[in-house]
Antibody, heavy 120, light 108 residues
């Protein structure tokens, strides 16, 4: 069965950096695009970034463009999110999610999330 | 950027039908997806491509999409359906994935 397990969250000071990881199993990771989606405490879902199955295309929400970088290592079945210049408003649970089918515009599996807290 | 508008809350008695709307400019021309999120849990896909259901999702969950409004319909509502529901589309004009603000479904 499909499993997505995020890690790397924690407390970081404003302006700091953090790298999140998402370990995937139960499907052919190298065949699917992957997303990061976040949810601030008590708030709704916000899409953050997408990377194509082969890493050839990446898209970002305006709120993180220029600060966050999505990447993947298909040999390790792992998705990453490098977060730099963190702000208080980046505080959220970060989920990785798999695209439904290649080119699909929905997310069919989600991880349990990892909490990132930006605070001094 | 594209905006999706959902009512903050919907209440329904057990056994009745709940309808959760998602408004957007000409949303009928887009594929709409719906997610259920219970407290402390990750979202779960319940309807994709306007009206298709993933395996394991009860037939009580259905969707429609036309004009400026998409609708998630939950028939014969059960206590276990109480959750937040989010609609989502892909905005081709900005290459971004957009969520509605979410609707809290309360089962009375």
């Amino acid at each position: 069965q499909v499993q997505l397990v995020e890690s790397g969250g924690g407390v970081v000071q404003p302006g700091g950096s953090l790298r999140l990881s998402c370990a995937a199993s139960g499907f052919t990771f190298s065949s699917y695009g992957m997303h990061w989606v976040r949810q601030a405490p008590g708030k709704g879902l916000e899409w953050v970034a997408f990377i194509r199955y082969d890493g050839s295309n990446k898209y970002y929400a305006d709120s993180v463009k220029g600060r966050f970088t999505i990447s993947r290592d298909n040999s390790k079945n792992t998705l990453y999110l490098q977060m730099n210049s963190l702000r208080a408003e980046d505080t959220a649970v970060y989920y990785c999610a798999k695209e439904g089918v290649v080119g699909a515009t929905f997310f069919d599996y989600w991880g349990q999330g990892t909490l990132v807290t930006v605070s001094s | 950027s594209y905006v999706l508008t959902q009512p903050p809350s919907v209440s329904v008695a057990p056994g009745q039908t709940a309808r959760i709307t998602c408004g957007g400019n000409n949303i009928g021309s887009k594929s709409v997806h719906w997610y259920q999120q219970k407290p402390g849990q990750a979202p779960v896909l319940v309807v994709y491509d306007d009206s298709d259901r993933p395996s394991g999702i009860p037939e009580r969950f259905s969707g429609s999409n036309s004009g400026n409004t998409a609708t998630l319909t939950i028939s014969r509502v059960e206590a276990g359906d109480e959750a937040d529901y989010y609609c989502q589309v892909w905005d081709s004009s900005s290459d971004s994935w957009v969520f509605g603000g979410g609707t809290k479904l309360t089962v009375l």
